[in-house]
């Protein structure tokens, strides 16, 4: 989960590192990164999703920092324009409810608009508030081959087979407007190998949903409330897209109330 904000003029990659230096004890992990474009939901003349594009003249290139927890099953990333907190699963692990990750994002919001404050680095504005979830399907649990992907979803338009043909895979996204106006739903659905050196063949759904803070919004209620419903919203799609047959490998009649 994560927010958009708008850019801070007084930022710059130390003070990323600085973040870092107060928090290492508990965050050793440290990878720099590509920064992430800035994604904006839009509606009315100029409907649809946007990717933003800033020119910026400067010596120090822009930066994203990724701080891992020593588990390695957290993830901080950061940079100026956005701050996401990813749970990284691993294999045999469960993974934590929406009630126990959402306290972990918001104390290290919290860190973060201190560090800003302290340092008068400018506004903390919000603009966008974001929420994803990632589900991997392995082969072997529920499906073989192919062929039988139609029957773990129920997206409109996913397969059909034409005479003569063997279907070999599928791939596609859906998109799906959070009434009225209040956000976007992005639902992926593509065939993948993952893992290390062992790769496993899976089906990766991503549920993405994502929606626009306005300024003259409360920005803590903004950000609360466009977290809750991005997380109430995935969690209605993926029970009304998926089949009665993923259920039953998710256990969804025990955890349905709170993922």
């Known amino acids: ?83 996401d907190y990813n749970w990284i699963g691993q294999h045999g692990q469960k993974y934590p409810r929406y009630s126990t990750v959402r306290p972990e994002f918001d104390k290290v919001l919290i860190a973060f608009e201190e560090l800003v404050a302290k340092n008068n680095l400018g506004n903390m504005v919000p603009k966008q508030w974001e929420v994803t979830y990632v589900n991997h399907i392995p082969k072997g649990m529920i499906w073989n081959e192919p062929d039988e992907w139609a029957n773990l979803f129920n997206l409109s338009g996913l397969v059909v087979v034409p005479d003569g043909l063997r279907f070999e895979g599928f791939g596609g996204h859906w998109h799906f407007e959070i009434e009225p106006q209040r956000g976007r739903l992005h639902v992926g659905i593509q065939h993948a190998f993952v893992g290390g050196s062992e ?44 089949s009665q047959r993923a259920h039953d490998y998710w256990n969804r009649e025990n955890h349905d109330a709170d993922i």
């Open 199 to 242: 790769k496993k063949e899976v089906l990766v759904m991503n549920l993405t949903a994502r929606g626009p803070i306005a300024k003259n919004q409360n920005a803590i209620t903004a950000i609360d409330e466009g977290l809750n419903l991005g997380h109430d919203v995935i969690v209605k799609s993926f029970r009304d897209q998926t």
């Open 1 to 83: 989960m994560g927010i958009q904000f708008e850019r801070l003029p007084g930022l710059a990659n130390a003070h990323l590192g600085a973040f870092w230096q107060q928090r290492k004890s508990e965050w050793p992990q440290i990878d720099d990164a590509p920064p992430l474009e800035e994604q904006f939901e839009t509606f009315g003349k100029q409907t649809g999703w946007q990717k933003g594009i800033h020119l910026k003249i400067t010596q120090a290139p822009a930066a994203r920092l990724q701080m891992r927890n020593a588990t390695g099953d957290r993830m901080i990333q950061l940079q100026n324009c956005r701050l």
